[in-house]
């Protein structure tokens, strides 16, 4: 019995779905998601599901070969410097119950369109047309896309409760979450929470307040070893420009958004806040909050 395969659709579903399942996947684990590397690693899967048609391989060896394209397109994506085996693999666990879902539900969908008399489906049995596999696509990017905006919008204007550890003081900030603050470090991949210059005044070095407050990196140089090897430098846009922000990796955070407190990775950067976020200490990546 022969089959008609068409390359293109295959690679363009498969990517659409990859793409997507690494996308909630990321959203459901609140972890950093970058489009390019989702991409990269989603164009990855979706030339092994074509080239998998040629393989001679079946049964627990098929399996096992899935299961390790899957895992490398979740290292990809997920891995950050401080990614350990056990970081990687509750991605991986979680990407293969997403995939699980959203195949099922689009091949519901696809039943039913191939029972509907509709130009979508295709002629007899159960198999749809390649213009109904490029609308669950689309239907499943849109509503991906909308449901990202839901999550997004849903965070906006949310509090957090924030307590700080370095060096044996404590510090407890309560924090606005800012959909807008997507700072992140390019070395660790950590985000950075913006501290107020009042809230940071005895907790963070005062050599570290003075070298934000002038805003010249040069100022670097001149501090304690043990400060600058926990420095880094953000770059950040705001409305009068571009410069940088001096954060730094505090011994531990542990945070609170009601649903009891759990430990996060995180920089703090001290900042003036505007007049308008005086009642709160710091504004916090929306990243972060737990939904």
Known sequence: MEQTVYGDILFF?????????LFLT????????????????????????????FLS???????????????????????????????????????FGVSFAVGGVMSGIASLLSHIEMPLGSSGGTDVSSVTFFLLAGL?????????????????????????????????????????NLLRDPVSGRPVVLLDLDAANGFLPDELLA??????????????HNIACRVRLIPAT?????????????????LDAGRGEREVELLVAPVALSADTKEFGGLLPAELITE
């Not at 684990?29 to 074509?50: D, M, N, Q």
């Not at 070298?211 to 501090?223: R, T």
Request: positive net charge; aromatic residues 12%.
């Open 140 to 180: 499943g990017g849109g509503a991906t896309f909308i449901w990202g905006r839901f999550c997004q919008r849903r965070a906006k204007g949310r509090c957090a409760d924030l307590t700080l550890s370095l060096e044996g003081n404590i510090l407890p900030v309560h924090c606005m979450v800012d959909t807008a």
């Open 238 to 254: 705001t409305a009068t420009g571009k410069g940088l922000l001096f954060a730094m990796a505090p011994d531990s955070a542990l």
């Open 211 to 224: 070298v934000a407050e002038a805003g010249n990196a040069a100022g670097m140089a001149a501090l304690p």
């Open 57 to 95: 391989v079946a049964g627990v060896w098929a399996f096992l070969a899935d299961c390790a394209v899957c895992f490398l397109m979740c290292t990809g994506t997920f891995l950050t410097k401080e990614s350990g085996f056990r970081r990687l693999l509750v991605p991986f666990a979680f990407y």
């Open 26 to 53: 990321a959203k459901l684990l609140h972890r950093p998601f970058s489009l390019w590397r989702g991409a990269i690693f989603s164009a990855l899967g979706a030339l092994y599901a074509c080239a998998a048609l």
């Open 13 to 21: 579903v498969n990517f659409c779905m990859d793409f997507q399942c």
